[in-house]
């Protein structure tokens, strides 16, 4: 079974830029949660698809946004770029929504997309 | 106060000793713990988790819970150089209604030497 995808693996953008990232989940896998990691921060959590619906959001500002197709595929958005949003931005894909898991239900991280803002 | 605290490390260790690597945790709701591993340019990928507390063990990896202290621990026996990385813990916390979030704490650098 092919892993998690993220397109592209490296980008470089200036402040006020947007950029749009890609993620391919685990075929069958419904939902997908984005990440943000950063040196100062870590891991944190920016928002959970399923079924192309939002089910979750983390509390980062309304410049990041996101959506899912009808295959589960899922993109993510940051407009007005920022110095800060320079990070390792990780997808993870899951087969149940995060609200439908009786118990842990394991979520698989893909090599993530390398934004730099100058 | 942070919802999980890591110490960040880094911790350097020759081959074959006994790593402790450690997090604690502040809001008593928290419920599944788990450790990730992290190469360097990969994604985290999931080494063990844990509901209760006590002990689970893996082949040369043990997670430990106490819930009491609100403390987590991840025990690797016999390190070898392959286990350099960065180890997250993460625990699965209320996000409203009825959806949960992975929270993770910073990560601590891991270091084996040959």
């Known amino acids: 079974k092919a892993g998690v995808t993220q397109t592209p693996r490296y980008l470089i953008k200036t402040r006020g830029q947007q950029v749009t990232l890609s993620c391919s989940p685990i075929s069958g896998h419904r939902s997908v949660s984005w990440y943000q990691q950063t040196p100062g921060q870590g891991l944190q959590f920016l928002f959970e698809?399923?079924?192309?619906?939002?089910?979750n959001k983390g509390n980062f500002p309304g410049r990041f946004s996101g959506r899912q197709f009808s295959n589960s595929r899922s993109e993510m958005n940051v407009s007005t770029l920022e110095l800060g949003d320079s990070a390792l931005y990780l997808c993870a894909s899951s087969s149940l929504a995060s609200s439908l898991a009786v118990s842990y239900n394991e979520q698989f991280f893909g090599p993530g997309t390398r934004l730099t803002v100058l | 106060q942070k919802e999980v605290e890591q110490d960040p490390g880094p911790l350097s260790v020759p081959e074959g000793a006994i790593v402790s690597l450690n997090c604690t945790y502040s809001n008593s709701a928290f419920q599944y713990f788990m450790w990730y591993r992290q190469y360097s340019r990969k994604g985290p990928e999931l080494l063990m988790y844990t509901y209760s507390s006590g002990n689970k063990e893996d082949g040369r990896f043990t997670a430990q819970v106490d819930k009491s202290s609100k403390y987590i621990s991840l025990f690797i026996r016999d390190s070898q150089p392959s286990d350099s990385a960065t180890y997250l813990c993460a625990m699965k916390v209320p996000a409203g209604g009825s959806n949960y979030k992975l929270t993770f704490g910073k990560g601590t650098l891991l270091t084996v030497n040959p």
């Open positions: 698809y399923f079924s192309e619906t939002q089910r």
